[in-house]
């Protein structure tokens, strides 16, 4: 399950530019002038202490989704897979050569596109290359995002083979008008065949991917969708807005922009969705959250442990993220950085025997201050500012300008304070980025 992309979309509530705060600052702020050889430093220096993440990014899908927002490749030929996984086990002996190797792994999600689409022979070697370079936790979590029109039994046979625990299966609308609209075809009985055969190989824990704001969707659409969702009963389901923006991806120019909801509708079809699934026992985290009381997700907010990074919610502890993969994005403790967002450009420079970094960023100790605050809004509704800015040693008045914005908020009724306190009101959860975007000291500076 994967949280939008970090890029800006349009926010539902005003029309204003927001990001979706899954990393902070976002990938605007990247610079070229980080690149491989940084990020080299940063993997040799990264201490052992803490587990971290592996993200793989398998850019390839069968077919085009109008609405996707995420950098995918269409094809039908397995060569091309099979060649860009040569790639990727490239840059995992690459990486793994700069890492300690006491580093250990507690987490790995395969992302995309739709990585179970690659030969299951493939995916077998992939998981025991990972093994045999880095140290997986015994327990560690290992998620896949599936999609069930393409998902075969080969591969739940590999998944269950490697120790994959956690499926994240992409659905978004079972309502016919709305599928049809956004080029999607998949019926109920193929997810429900998909999430049957995750369980009988083993992969317990699913995650549903819904949206709201497609074209054509209604409010008894959605309501149809949540319940036929909470049939299948996934531990936790991520409920999306559909962000439009035809500018940035050429895809989205197929939607039919006057078949989408206006804003108000919206609002109305992501209550109507919260409630529906608040009502079958689910918690709502964060966000766009929803799980089962006994799920990862909802057990680490109440240990406040729950985190927010470039996969979205999370509920490890680890704050380092290995991202591997054309475009994959990395968190190293110094900063971030990104491969580069072409296949042609990365695989020329993996062939080369370097990284492929194209761009990156090196926190200071405002951003980290800044970005704890965000983050803390994004998994709680709350921030103890004072409290991050003293464990930073960071000057509070230099927050001034977020103060003048906050008051904004809190006479629109938001958020309120309490002796360095904020805290966004659950009523109005959904303008929880508006708030996070009061603590983004870079946003509107420069032209999208």
């Known amino acids: 399950m994967r949280a939008p992309s970090s890029i800006f979309v349009p926010n539902t509530n005003s029309g204003a530019q927001l990001p979706w705060y899954t990393i902070y600052p976002t990938i605007q702020e990247f610079s070229p002038e980080i690149g491989a050889h940084t990020y080299e430093q940063w993997l040799r220096s990264q201490g052992t202490d803490d587990a971290v993440s592996l993200y793989l990014h398998i850019p390839f899908c069968r077919s085009m989704c109008w609405y996707c927002g995420f950098p995918t490749s269409i094809t039908r030929r397995d060569t091309l897979i099979t060649d860009y996984l040569a790639m990727l086990r490239e840059e995992i002996r690459l990486v793994a050569e700069q890492v300690p190797q006491a580093l250990s792994v507690g987490d790995v999600h395969f992302g995309g596109g739709s990585p179970t689409i690659m030969p299951s022979a ?24 599936v999609d069930p029109r393409t998902f075969t039994t080969d591969m739940a046979e590999a998944l269950e083979r490697t120790g994959v625990n956690r499926a994240s299966v992409g659905v978004q609308s079972f309502d016919p008008v709305v599928q049809k609209a956004i080029n999607r075809i998949q019926s109920e009985a193929q997810v429900m065949t998909a999430v049957e055969n995750l ?76 409630d529906t699934l608040v009502a079958a026992g689910y918690l709502q985290i964060g966000l766009d959250h929803f799980a089962l009381p006994d799920d990862e997700l909802a057990i680490a907010q109440r240990a406040g442990r729950l985190r927010r990074n470039s996969l979205g919610y999370s509920a490890e502890t680890c704050s380092t993220v290995i991202g591997l993969g054309a475009s994959a ?64 040693g960071f000057d509070q008045t230099h ?25 966004v009101r659950h009523e109005r959860r959904s303008a929880l980025r508006h708030v996070a975007a009061a603590f983004d000291a870079y946003l509107g500076r420069q032209p999208i």
């Open 329 to 392: 994005i990395g968190r190293c403790g110094d900063g971030y950085v990104q491969n580069d967002l072409t296949q042609s450009c990365y695989n020329r420079h993996i062939a080369s025997g370097r990284l492929a970094i194209s761009r990156g960023y090196r926190l200071a100790t405002e951003d980290r201050v800044r970005a704890a605050i965000i983050e803390q809004l994004m998994c709680y509704l709350e921030a103890d500012i004072s409290a991050i800015c003293t464990a930073q």
């Open 199 to 274: 369980r009988l190989y083993g992969v317990r824990r699913i995650n549903f991917d819904l949206m709201f704001g497609l074209p054509n969707q209604t409010v008894q659409s959605c309501l149809e969708s949540a319940m036929l969702a909470i049939a299948m009963r996934p531990d936790r389901l991520a409920v999306f807005g559909y962000s439009h923006v035809p500018s940035f991806r050429k895809n989205q120019r197929l939607i039919d922009t006057a078949a989408l909801p206006d804003i108000a509708a919206r609002a109305e079809q992501a209550s109507a969705m919260a």
């Open 399 to 423: 927050l001034v300008s977020s103060a003048k914005q906050l008051e904004i908020l809190a006479e629109d009724g938001i958020v309120e304070f309490d002796n360095g306190l904020v805290r």
């Open 122 to 145: 493939d995916f077998l070697s992939l998981m025991e290359l990972l093994r045999g370079r880095f140290a997986l936790e015994r327990g560690a979590t290992i998620a896949v995002e």
